[in-house]
């Protein structure tokens, strides 16, 4: 499975300063999460992909920031939060024999997890906080603060 890795700061990244892809060949995500990271994207393609996953959350500038809405975070999480309880309340109605199967209770605890926190999805890479799932930067955003999208990365996993 691909997904893009989004370099993203507070400030305006110039394109020198463009995240490479070789900063991944030692890199934690290397090993946990993506088998390779490279830098053959469609830069303009993959910010046009973080508008529609963003569309209710955030308002984009032509120069490819982005700043967070009142409400945006509620809305990104919105569908995620309900499959998150309905995930929860199946656990907090299995029984003992069913929590004591692997096959079961493995799947259900990667649901809960996955819906907090997707981490096999997007990440976002920065100077000021590494490399972490979109989801979790989200949850660190400023409302109305202003975002600056850098390069975009492709990772298999």
Request: proline content about 3%; overall charge negative; glycine content about 4%.
């Amino acid at each position: 499975m691909h997904n893009r890795i989004y370099q993203i700061s507070t400030e305006s990244i110039p394109e020198d300063d463009y995240l490479p892809a070789d900063k991944f060949l030692d890199h934690w995500f290397t090993y946990k999460i993506a088998d390779y990271v490279s830098d053959n994207t469609d830069r303009a393609e993959d910010i046009r992909s973080l508008k529609e996953i963003l569309a209710k959350s955030a308002e984009f500038d032509s120069d490819s920031s982005f700043i967070i809405k009142p409400g945006g975070k509620e809305k990104y999480f919105q569908k995620a939060f309900l499959i998150f309880i309905n995930q929860c309340i199946k656990a907090s109605l299995m029984e003992l024999s069913k929590f004591v199967s692997i096959s079961e209770l493995s799947m259900l605890v990667f649901n809960i997890k996955n819906t907090y926190c997707d981490e096999y999805g997007v990440y976002v890479s920065s100077d000021a906080f590494g490399t972490i799932p979109l989801d979790e930067f989200i949850r660190s955003t400023e409302i109305g603060k202003r975002y600056f999208i850098g390069a975009t990365l492709d990772y298999h996993c």
